[in-house]
C-alpha cells in the first residue's frame, strides 16, 4: 500500500511510524491518561485497515487525521491534545519550505501528484519541470497573498475548484478562437517581425503553426482555428502553380491540351496542399510551447463556412488531406503509426455530407475512418447548433468551440451588427462541486438549496478575482493576442478590458458530479424519468446565478461543463475525507464529469447522446458528450449512423475508442489496466505483460481531449469503469 508524502512523492505505507508518533504524543501525557500499548496497536492497525479501503491513495495529512480519531475513539484526550499540539507544531515549521519540498521532489520526479496532473505533458523533461516549477511558485503566491482566504480554503477542501492557480499570478486568460484569416489576410507580428500576407498555401500553413505556438505561449487554455482561413490561399497557389506551367511549357517549346495542363496544375497543387497540411500536423505535434507541452489547438473542419463555391471545393480538398493524414497517424520512436493527441479535429455534419449522394458525404466517410482509427474527428451538428446558438438578431450560428468544450455564446458586434466569435476568449474557470453541496444538506431539500446558493455565491466571487486580474492588463503583455491580431489590433500600451465586457468575452461557472449529486439526494441516476427533472432543475439554478451575475456586472458569464482531469481525483479525496466513504457516491477515486451518465452505467449509444442532449443545451459555456464504443475499423457504416444520429439529436459529441501500442513486443490492441501488488492501477500489455510506461503508447479520451502520458489513479480508475455502449 502506498501513501502520497507532503513533497507529493509516493512511498510505502509505514505502521511503524504512526506507533512512533502516537508514542511520543503518549509520553507527553499524564499516566492516568496514557494509552496501553495495545491501544496504541489498536491505533495504527485501524488506521491501517482504513487506509486499505479508501479507493485513493492516501496522503500524511489524511492519515494523521484518522490517527487523531482513533485516539479520540481510545477515549485518550491527553494524548490527542498532545498530538495535535506537535502536529501544529510541525506544520509551522514546514509551512515556509512546503514550496520548496515540492519543487525538489519535482526535479526528481518523486512528485505523483504533479507527474499525473496533466496526460499530455511528461514531468520528467526539463522544459516541463520548469513550467511545473514555475508553477508551484505561482500558485504559492496566489493561494498565499493574492486570493480572499475563504476561496482559498474552499478550494483546498474541493468545495470549489480555481482553476490554474497557477497561472493565476500572471494576467492570463484562459482560451480563445484565434483569429487567424485577419492575421494572414492582413499581416502580423511574431517575436517582432512582421510577417506579410503569404504568396502560397504552404506558406500561409507555416505561418499559422507559428502563430499557434505563440498564442499557446501566451495564455493556458486551449485555442481553435477553422481550416476555412486558410482556404483562400488554394486557389492563391493554383493560380501561382499556373504561370509556372505557363512559363515552363514557353522554356520547353511545348504546349499542352487543356486536360494536360489542368492535370499537371492539380497533380502539383495537391502536393502543396500535402506539405502544407502535414506543416500543422508535425510541427504542431513537436513543438514546445513555454508551459513544457506541444499547442493544445483544434482544428475546425466546417464546409458551410466557406463563402464561395470555389472556396468551399479548395476547403474540401485542405479536409480530406487532414483526415488522411490522422488517419495515417504520426511515428512514434520504434517508427511505429501511433496516435498522435494534437491537433484535436472537429468535423461539422451538415446538410450536404451527411448521406449518400450528398455530394461531401465522401469526406463524412472518411471522417468516420478517422474516428474508428484515430478517435478523432469530434463532432458538431449544424443543424442542432443552429437551434442551440441564436444570437441577437435571431440567426442560428455555428461555430468551434475554443480546445476541447469551451464555447462562446452568441455575440453581434454592435459596430458591425454581423455575429462574430473568431478573436474572442474566455476569462477563465472557477467549478462548484456539487457532490458536496448534496452530501452537506444531508439529503434535505431545503438545505440543499441553500448551500447551493452559498456555494454559487462563493464561485461567483471567485470568478470575480479572475476577471479583475485581468482587468487593467495592457496590450503589451501579450502583443501576439492583443496587438496583432489573434485577440484584436489595440494600440501599444492601451488596456485590454474593453474585451472583458459586453459578452465580447465569456467567464465560466464549471460544475462537476451532477449524477452523484442526485444520487444522493434521491438514491437513484439523474437517467431515471422521476429524478432527471431534479437534475435539470440544479442546471437551471446554475443558468440563473449565471443570468444575474450577467445583469450586474455587464460580463458574461456562462455555464460550463467542466472536464475534470486531476481534479476528479482531488474532489473524490476530498469527499472522502469529509463525509466518509459513501456506495454509489464518494466509494470510487473520481466523481463524474458535467452532467455525464456514469461511466459504468448500462445505456446503449442512441439513448446516451439523447438524454445528455438536454443537459448539453443547458450549458451554453462549454459541454461535450461521448460514446464509449469497441475497435469499429471493419464497421464504419455503424459509426456512420451514429454520426447521423448526431446531426440530428446533439450539438456536439464524440466516439471514444482505444489505440495503443507496445513497444516490446508490437502488440497493437488494447492495453489494460490491472491492480499490482500495492493495489495501485496500471498499464499492462495483455501479450507480454509490459508495465513499463516509457515503452507503452496508450491513447485514452479523458475529457474532451486524447491524453497520451497516463493519468493519476483516480482518473485511472474512471477509464478502467467505462462500459460500452455500442
Same mark, same amino acid.
Given at each position: 500500500?502506498?501513501?502520497?508524502?507532503?513533497?507529493?512523492?509516493?512511498?510505502?505505507?509505514?505502521?511503524?511510524?504512526?506507533?512512533?508518533?502516537?508514542?511520543?504524543?503518549?509520553?507527553?501525557?499524564?499516566?492516568?491518561?496514557?494509552?496501553?500499548?495495545?491501544?496504541?496497536?489498536?491505533?495504527?492497525?485501524?488506521?491501517?485497515?482504513?487506509?486499505?479501503?479508501?479507493?485513493?491513495?492516501?496522503?500524511?495529512?489524511?492519515?494523521?487525521?484518522?490517527?487523531?480519531?482513533?485516539?479520540?475513539?481510545?477515549?485518550?484526550?491527553?494524548?490527542?491534545?498532545?498530538?495535535?499540539?506537535?502536529?501544529?507544531?510541525?506544520?509551522?515549521?514546514?509551512?515556509?519550505?512546503?514550496?520548496?519540498?515540492?519543487?525538489?521532489?519535482?526535479?526528481?520526479?518523486?512528485?505523483?501528484?504533479?507527474?499525473?496532473?496533466?496526460?499530455?505533458?511528461?514531468?520528467?523533461?526539463?522544459?516541463?519541470?520548469?513550467?511545473?516549477?514555475?508553477?508551484?511558485?505561482?500558485?504559492?503566491? %496566489?493561494?498565499?497573498?493574492?486570493?480572499?482566504?475563504?476561496?482559498?480554503?474552499?478550494?483546498?477542501?474541493?468545495?470549489?475548484?480555481?482553476?490554474?492557480?497557477?497561472?493565476?499570478?500572471?494576467?492570463?486568460?484562459?482560451?480563445?478562437?484565434?483569429?487567424?484569416?485577419?492575421?494572414?489576410?492582413?499581416?502580423?507580428?511574431?517575436?517582432?517581425?512582421?510577417?506579410?500576407?503569404?504568396?502560397?498555401?504552404?506558406?500561409?500553413?507555416?505561418?499559422?503553426?507559428?502563430?499557434?505556438?505563440?498564442?499557446?505561449?501566451?495564455?493556458?487554455?486551449?485555442? %481553435?482555428?477553422?481550416?476555412?482561413?486558410?482556404?483562400?490561399?488554394?486557389?492563391?497557389?493554383?493560380?501561382?502553380?499556373?504561370?509556372?506551367?505557363?512559363?515552363?511549357?514557353?522554356?520547353?517549346?511545348?504546349?499542352?491540351?487543356?486536360?494536360?495542363?489542368?492535370?499537371?496544375?492539380?497533380?502539383?497543387?495537391?502536393?502543396?496542399?500535402?506539405?502544407?497540411?502535414?506543416?500543422?500536423?508535425?510541427?504542431?505535434?513537436?513543438?514546445?510551447?513555454?508551459?513544457?507541452?506541444?499547442?493544445?489547438?483544434?482544428?475546425?473542419?466546417?464546409?458551410?463556412?466557406?463563402?464561395?463555391?470555389?472556396?468551399?471545393?479548395?476547403?474540401?480538398?485542405?479536409?480530406?488531406?487532414?483526415?488522411?493524414?490522422?488517419?495515417?497517424?504520426?511515428?512514434?520512436?520504434?517508427?511505429?503509426?501511433?496516435?498522435?493527441?494534437?491537433?484535436?479535429?472537429?468535423?461539422?455534419?451538415?446538410?450536404?455530407?451527411?448521406?449518400?449522394?450528398?455530394?461531401?458525404?465522401?469526406?463524412?466517410?472518411?471522417?468516420?475512418?478517422?474516428?474508428?482509427?484515430?478517435?478523432?474527428?469530434?463532432?458538431?451538428?449544424?443543424?442542432?447548433?443552429?437551434?442551440?446558438?441564436?444570437?441577437?438578431?435571431?440567426?442560428?450560428?455555428?461555430?468551434?468551440?475554443?480546445?476541447?468544450?469551451?464555447?462562446?455564446?452568441?455575440?453581434?458586434?454592435?459596430?458591425?451588427?454581423?455575429?462574430?466569435?473568431?478573436?474572442?476568449?474566455?476569462?477563465?474557470?472557477?467549478?462548484?462541486?456539487?457532490?458536496?453541496?448534496?452530501?452537506? %444538506?444531508?439529503?434535505?431539500?431545503?438545505?440543499?438549496?441553500?448551500?447551493?446558493?452559498?456555494?454559487?455565491?462563493?464561485?461567483?466571487?471567485?470568478?470575480?478575482?479572475?476577471?479583475?486580474?485581468?482587468?487593467?492588463?495592457?496590450?503589451?503583455?501579450?502583443?501576439?493576442?492583443?496587438?496583432?491580431?489573434?485577440?484584436?489590433?489595440?494600440?501599444?500600451?492601451?488596456?485590454?478590458?474593453?474585451?472583458?465586457?459586453?459578452?465580447?468575452?465569456?467567464?465560466?461557472?464549471?460544475?462537476?458530479?451532477?449524477?452523484?449529486?442526485?444520487?444522493?439526494?434521491?438514491?437513484?441516476?439523474?437517467?431515471?424519468?422521476?429524478?432527471?427533472?431534479?437534475?435539470?432543475?440544479?442546471?437551471?439554478?446554475?443558468?440563473?446565478?449565471?443570468?444575474?451575475?450577467?445583469?450586474?456586472?455587464?460580463?458574461?458569464?456562462?455555464?460550463?461543463?467542466?472536464?475534470?482531469? %486531476?481534479?476528479?481525483?482531488?474532489?473524490?479525496?476530498?469527499?472522502?475525507?469529509?463525509?466518509?466513504?459513501?456506495?454509489?457516491?464518494?466509494?470510487?477515486?473520481?466523481?463524474?464529469?458535467?452532467?455525464?451518465?456514469?461511466?459504468?452505467?448500462?445505456?446503449?449509444?442512441?439513448?446516451?447522446?439523447?438524454?445528455?442532449?438536454?443537459?448539453?443545451?443547458?450549458?451554453?459555456?462549454?459541454?461535450?458528450?461521448?460514446?464509449?464504443?469497441?475497435?469499429?475499423?471493419?464497421?464504419?457504416?455503424?459509426?456512420?449512423?451514429?454520426?447521423?444520429?448526431?446531426?440530428?439529436?446533439?450539438?456536439?459529441?464524440?466516439?471514444?475508442?482505444?489505440?495503443?501500442?507496445?513497444?516490446?513486443?508490437?502488440?497493437?490492441?488494447?492495453?489494460?489496466?490491472?491492480?499490482?501488488?500495492?493495489?495501485?492501477?496500471?498499464?499492462?500489455?495483455?501479450?507480454?505483460?509490459?508495465?513499463?510506461?516509457?515503452?507503452?503508447?496508450?491513447?485514452?479520451?479523458?475529457?474532451?481531449?486524447?491524453?497520451?502520458?497516463?493519468?493519476?489513479?483516480?482518473?485511472?480508475?474512471?477509464?478502467?469503469?467505462?462500459?460500452?455502449?455500442?
Amino acid at each position: 500500500m502506498k501513501i502520497i508524502k507532503r513533497n507529493g512523492s509516493e512511498v510505502n505505507f509505514d505502521i511503524t511510524k504512526i506507533i512512533t508518533a502516537v508514542s511520543q504524543a503518549n509520553a507527553e501525557a499524564a499516566d492516568p491518561q496514557k494509552l496501553s500499548r495495545d491501544q496504541i496497536n489498536a491505533v495504527a492497525d485501524a488506521v491501517e485497515q482504513e487506509c486499505a479501503t479508501r479507493p485513493h491513495t492516501m496522503s500524511v495529512e489524511e492519515i494523521q487525521d484518522l490517527v487523531e480519531d482513533q485516539i479520540m475513539g481510545q477515549q485518550a484526550f491527553e494524548v490527542a491534545r498532545k498530538y495535535i499540539t506537535y502536529r501544529y507544531v510541525q506544520n509551522l515549521k514546514r509551512r515556509s519550505n512546503t514550496t520548496d519540498d515540492k519543487i525538489l521532489s519535482l526535479i526528481e520526479c518523486n512528485n505523483e501528484d504533479v507527474k499525473q496532473e496533466n496526460s499530455n505533458k511528461n514531468p520528467t523533461v526539463n522544459s516541463v519541470q520548469r513550467d511545473y516549477m514555475a508553477g508551484e511558485i505561482s500558485k504559492d503566491l %496566489s493561494l498565499r497573498m493574492l486570493l480572499p482566504a475563504d476561496i482559498v480554503k474552499a478550494h483546498k477542501e474541493g468545495l470549489i475548484h480555481f482553476h490554474d492557480a497557477d497561472y493565476y499570478a500572471q494576467h492570463m486568460h484562459n482560451c480563445d478562437l484565434v483569429n487567424l484569416e485577419d492575421m494572414l489576410q492582413n499581416g502580423t507580428v511574431i517575436s517582432g517581425t512582421a510577417i506579410d500576407k503569404p504568396h502560397s498555401f504552404s506558406t500561409a500553413c507555416n505561418i499559422a503553426t507559428q502563430i499557434i505556438a505563440q498564442v499557446a505561449s501566451n495564455q493556458y487554455g486551449g485555442q %481553435s482555428i477553422s481550416l476555412t482561413h486558410l482556404a483562400p490561399f488554394v486557389d492563391i497557389s493554383r493560380k501561382k502553380i499556373e504561370r509556372a506551367v505557363n512559363e515552363e511549357m514557353v522554356t520547353l517549346g511545348f504546349v499542352p491540351s487543356a486536360k494536360q495542363k489542368l492535370q499537371i496544375v492539380n497533380s502539383r497543387l495537391q502536393e502543396e496542399i500535402r506539405r502544407g497540411v502535414q506543416t500543422i500536423q508535425y510541427q504542431v505535434v513537436t513543438l514546445m510551447t513555454t508551459n513544457g507541452q506541444a499547442p493544445f489547438v483544434t482544428v475546425f473542419m466546417y464546409l458551410n463556412e466557406a463563402r464561395n463555391p470555389q472556396e468551399k471545393a479548395d476547403l474540401a480538398m485542405i479536409i480530406e488531406e487532414t483526415l488522411r493524414q490522422r488517419i495515417q497517424g504520426v511515428k512514434n520512436e520504434s517508427g511505429v503509426w501511433v496516435t498522435p493527441a494534437f491537433p484535436k479535429l472537429i468535423y461539422v455534419l451538415e446538410d450536404d455530407n451527411l448521406k449518400e449522394g450528398d455530394p461531401y458525404f465522401y469526406l463524412t466517410r472518411l471522417a468516420a475512418e478517422c474516428t474508428a482509427k484515430r478517435m478523432v474527428p469530434d463532432y458538431i451538428s449544424e443543424k442542432i447548433m443552429f437551434q442551440n446558438k441564436v444570437d441577437q438578431n435571431g440567426d442560428g450560428q455555428c461555430y468551434t468551440c475554443m480546445g476541447c468544450r469551451s464555447f462562446l455564446t452568441p455575440y453581434v458586434d454592435p459596430a458591425t451588427h454581423k455575429p462574430k466569435y473568431y478573436g474572442r476568449f474566455n476569462q477563465g474557470v472557477v467549478t462548484v462541486n456539487l457532490v458536496d453541496v448534496a452530501l452537506s %444538506s444531508q439529503g434535505d431539500f431545503d438545505v440543499f438549496w441553500r448551500i447551493f446558493d452559498e456555494r454559487l455565491e462563493l464561485c461567483h466571487r471567485a470568478l470575480m478575482c479572475r476577471h479583475n486580474r485581468l482587468k487593467g492588463t495592457l496590450s503589451d503583455a501579450a502583443p501576439i493576442l492583443w496587438q496583432d491580431g489573434a485577440l484584436a489590433r489595440l494600440p501599444k500600451g492601451a488596456p485590454i478590458d474593453p474585451l472583458l465586457y459586453g459578452g465580447y468575452s465569456t467567464i465560466s461557472l464549471g460544475y462537476a458530479g451532477l449524477y452523484e449529486c442526485c444520487k444522493y439526494m434521491t438514491g437513484k441516476s439523474h437517467t431515471d424519468p422521476a429524478v432527471t427533472p431534479f437534475a435539470l432543475r440544479v442546471m437551471q439554478h446554475m443558468n440563473d446565478a449565471c443570468a444575474r451575475w450577467k445583469a450586474k456586472h455587464n460580463i458574461d458569464f456562462s455555464l460550463y461543463g467542466t472536464p475534470l482531469e %486531476s481534479t476528479t481525483y482531488k474532489f473524490a479525496k476530498c469527499l472522502q475525507q469529509r463525509f466518509g466513504v459513501i456506495p454509489g457516491v464518494t466509494d470510487k477515486g473520481y466523481i463524474t464529469n458535467s452532467y455525464h451518465v456514469h461511466v459504468s452505467e448500462q445505456i446503449n449509444a442512441f439513448a446516451k447522446l439523447k438524454f445528455e442532449s438536454q443537459f448539453q443545451k443547458l450549458s451554453p459555456g462549454g459541454a461535450i458528450s461521448y460514446v464509449e464504443v469497441p475497435n469499429m475499423q471493419d464497421n464504419i457504416p455503424a459509426v456512420i449512423a451514429v454520426l447521423q444520429f448526431i446531426y440530428d439529436n446533439i450539438m456536439y459529441a464524440e466516439l471514444n475508442t482505444k489505440s495503443d501500442y507496445c513497444q516490446v513486443c508490437g502488440f497493437d490492441g488494447e492495453i489494460q489496466i490491472v491492480t499490482d501488488d500495492d493495489g495501485k492501477l496500471v498499464w499492462e500489455c495483455p501479450k507480454c505483460g509490459n508495465r513499463d510506461e516509457s515503452k507503452l503508447n496508450v491513447a485514452r479520451r479523458t475529457c474532451g481531449y486524447i491524453g497520451t502520458q497516463f493519468w493519476n489513479q483516480g482518473r485511472t480508475q474512471e477509464i478502467r469503469d467505462r462500459v460500452l455502449h455500442l
